[in-house]
């Protein structure tokens, strides 16, 4: 073999070596801008879901039980504190029913306007009108009564027959025992929920109540 045709075979051997070498640095290149988009495509997905999660209208389960249960227990809240103002004696017994009826009012037009948004059945009224004299309570115990803090019927008519002294102690202890119920269940709306003005009302509901449980723990102890 001649001297040229050595060196040429040697530069042979040396560009094909290159050519390998730059092939395969392609491939890692190629290799790592693919590992490297991965982590933006995975973090982009729980930006989605979060976006989803916070969706105006976005409700479960919970949202929905929570608002028809709350409904009809707001309701007897009201019938209870409609009996105040003819057979309360104390002031305060007065002001505080009142207080109840003003809050609780308001709050079951907005739980039964979410249910209708949500295609939902809103509980019906069994006292249209409000006017609760001498009002009939026989289908109370099936259903009703199973929701914390609900009065059965006869603790209804307990109330409804009772004056003076006797109605404040009766009202606060069956409103400070409604009142807890009420509390329960909006903790579970705020612990379980994903509707958030609902979130927000049940954590209102578990503020304002728990200090009304207060004042009438108070006024009992008077």
Known sequence: ?????????????RWLASAAAAATTVTVLAACGGNSEQPDSESATPSASTTASVTAGA???TDVSFAEDMIPHHRQAVQMADLAPTRASSPEVKALAAT????????IKTMSAWLTSWG?????????GMDHSGMDHSGMDSGMAEMPGMMTAEEMKKLEGATGP????????????????????AKNETA???YRPAVILASSIVTSQTAEIEQMTKLLDK
Do not use: Y
Request: glycine letters at 8%; a negative charge; hydrophobic letters at 30%.
């Open 120 to 128: 939902e059945q809103v509980p019906e009224d069994s006292e249209p």
């Open 1 to 13: 073999m001649s001297t040229n045709q050595g060196m040429s075979k040697r530069t042979s051997i």
């Open 59 to 61: 409700h479960n389960a």
């Open 192 to 194: 379980k929920g994903s």
């Open 100 to 107: 109840i009826k003003q809050e609780q009012g308001p709050e």
């Open 166 to 185: 006797a109605f404040d102690a009766a009202f606060l202890k069956m409103m400070i025992k409604h009142h807890q119920g009420a509390v329960e269940m």
